[in-house]
């Protein structure tokens, strides 16, 4: 992915933003490698978390977990994420490492400056992954997932290269080098 960047300019850009879940190690890897880059919290895994602690806390069908966690994702739109984090924290137990409103908490609290989502919906930035994850369905997972389909590792990646090619218009350019296979030639008889 690093040198796919690389090879498209990124290392050049005057802007590169990154959208993803909250997982330490993807944040870790852009700080690596692209640390000029936008952080963004994927919007649907943050409100993810927060319909977690609703449920966590008021239950499954409860209208209460409704009404809290519809008021925690209106603050979180608006960038009030330390209001979240208030909201959240009472109920957490902090000497459960398992307790999903703690994880909760947490992945707030180290994800609050990737969450400022009215500053990056003002810069016109993506702040969801849907459209990237239903590329991802529509050009790998539609040809590798058919019915009785079976790959090595190798292969499957030779396939999603080819489909990625084809699909961003690259299909034509990278025909063009390829050299021409040998011809047998036999004698006119």
């Not at 239950?59 to 979180?76: P, Q, Y």
């Not at 090595?152 to 350019?173: H, L, Y």
Request: aromatic residues 12%; negative net charge; proline residues 3%.
């Amino acid at each position: 992915m690093y040198l796919t960047g690389l090879e498209r300019g990124a290392d050049k850009a005057k802007e590169l933003i990154f959208v993803a879940d909250g997982a330490l190690w993807i944040w870790k890897w852009v700080e690596e490698h692209f640390p000029r880059a936008v952080q963004i919290v994927d919007w649907y895994h943050a409100a993810e978390r927060i319909w977690e602690v609703a449920h966590a806390v008021y239950g499954e069908d409860s209208d209460l977990a409704v009404i809290w966690a519809e008021k925690r994702i209106t603050a979180l739109w608006k960038g009030a994420v330390d209001e979240v984090l208030a909201a959240i924290e009472p109920h957490a137990d902090f000497e459960n490492p398992d307790d999903p409103v703690r994880q909760a908490a947490v992945y707030f609290r180290n994800n609050r400056h990737r969450m400022r989502y009215p500053e990056f919906r003002k810069e016109g930035y993506q702040i969801g992954s849907g459209t990237i994850e239903s590329g991802c369905k529509r050009i790998i997972g539609a040809r590798l997932k058919q019915a009785g389909m079976t790959w090595t590792v190798d292969g499957a990646r030779q396939v999603i290269k080819a489909r990625a090619m084809f699909f961003s218009g690259e299909w034509d350019d990278f025909c063009a080098q390829q050299r021409p296979s040998r011809q047998a030639y036999g004698s006119a008889a």
